[in-house]
């Protein structure tokens, strides 16, 4: 079923467990995870095998002090590149990152330290962001002479607005904690984030992949039509889900009685 065991990966680790949880770590603590273009081709890889191997749901997360400190800078100064390499590394980037935004498979970020430039786009690919008290979000492009390359005018941009990301890049101003989570950064803050985010992850699971499918692709998908056709496409999804088969014996359970009620837990 899965070609993900023949992957091979020198920066990145995957585990997919027998509940269907897939684990995605970035491994170069040494370079706090710095993305050069191999862990992209890797991500690329994962991305792309994960939807058709069974995963119901992925926790991406960083090895080490830091999730990732974006653009791998080092390798970007060596290569020297033209622009026109720049911008086919760009659209490898994107490669990767809609890959996880569109695939279907529910992804929760897991963060802690620095969440900065490029390391914010890939952040932002994901369907749910968890930090710890440690984790601090930066677009540090503007120091450093750069511009976002990976997706964070699309994505940070809808995620906080175009106003607070001007600012972030502007001024170099990070946001951490519960401000993190006001602005749209973050949707929860736990003590350990690589935990919570298994939590969240093994809910998500317990939906039916379809539904989750639908979840993590056709809403981004919407979001870039008119609404008209979002309109349309949205009630043609919906006929597809909402008659499957395994739908049907959960509605069946909740006239039963024995499906779960939709209240508020006490205390
Ligand atoms: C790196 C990178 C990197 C660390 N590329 N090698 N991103 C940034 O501007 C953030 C750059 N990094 C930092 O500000 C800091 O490294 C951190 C705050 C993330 C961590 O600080 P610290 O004190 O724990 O580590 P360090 O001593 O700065 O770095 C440790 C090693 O990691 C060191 O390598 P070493 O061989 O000298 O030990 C660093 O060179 C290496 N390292 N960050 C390469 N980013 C598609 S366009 C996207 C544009 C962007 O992403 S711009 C934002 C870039």
Known sequence: MSRISELKLEHTLLDLDEDGIATVTLNRPAK????????????????????????????LRGAGDHFCAGLDLVEHHAEDRAPEDFMHLCLHWHEAFNKMEYGG?????????AVV???????????????????????????????????????????IGKSRMIDMMLTGRLYRGEEAVTVGLANYIAADSAAKAQEIARRCAENLPLSNFAICSAISHMQNMSPLDAAYAESVVAGVVNTQQAARDRLAAFRDGSGPRIKPTQG
Do not use: K, M, W
């Open 32 to 59: 706090r995870n710095a993305l050069n273009a191999a862990t992209i081709d890797e991500l690329t890889e994962i991305f792309r095998s994960l939807p058709r191997a069974g995963a119901r749901a992925c926790v």
């Open 105 to 113: 498979v529910p992804i929760i970020a897991a963060l802690h330290g």
């Open 117 to 159: 430039g490029g390391g914010l786009e890939l952040a932002a690919a994901a369907h749910l962001r968890v930090i710890d008290e440690t984790a601090y979000f930066g677009l540090p492009e503007g120091q450093r002479g750069l511009f976002t390359g990976g997706g964070a005018t699309i994505r940070v941009a809808d995620l």
